[in-house]
């Protein structure tokens, strides 16, 4: 079982910035890909970015040139910075983990609580 810590959610002005952490910790073979997800009321959960162990990273596109997605392989830690925020970017912020349990299984997904982010003046 994997278990994902997420911090950072806060309420900023547009054009604002905030950074967001999270931790995976448990037992797993091995982690794939860890990223963010995010879920506006009334709206379908979506993909924010993510990044696999080999660094290769992937961006909705209305983030692209404002959120930057990075990973620590060794803390197993992965933050998103997020610049230039706008109130469309205002959502609860899912960390999200593609992972191993052991060796020979197929890799299973597992989600954070949740943090919620809100751009308003």
């Known amino acids: 079982q994997v278990q994902l810590v997420e911090s950072g959610g806060d309420l900023v002005q547009p054009g604002g910035s905030l950074r967001l952490s999270c931790a995976a910790s448990?037992?797993?073979?091995?982690?794939?890909?860890m990223g963010w997800y995010r879920q506006a009321p009334g709206k379908q959960r979506e993909l924010v970015a993510k990044?696999?162990?080999?660094?290769?990273?992937d961006y909705e596109d209305s983030v692209k040139g404002r959120f930057t997605i990075s990973r620590d392989n060794a803390k197993n830690t992965v933050d998103l910075q997020m610049n230039s925020l706008k109130p469309e970017d205002t959502a609860v912020y899912y960390c999200?983990?593609?992972?191993?349990?052991?060796?020979?299984?197929?890799?299973?997904?597992?989600w954070g609580q949740g943090t919620q982010v809100t751009v308003s003046s």
């Open positions: 448990g037992t797993y073979f091995l982690i794939y890909s």
């Open positions: 999200h983990t593609l992972s191993a349990p052991s060796p020979g299984v197929e890799p299973l997904d597992y």
């Open positions: 990044i696999r162990s080999d660094e290769v990273t």
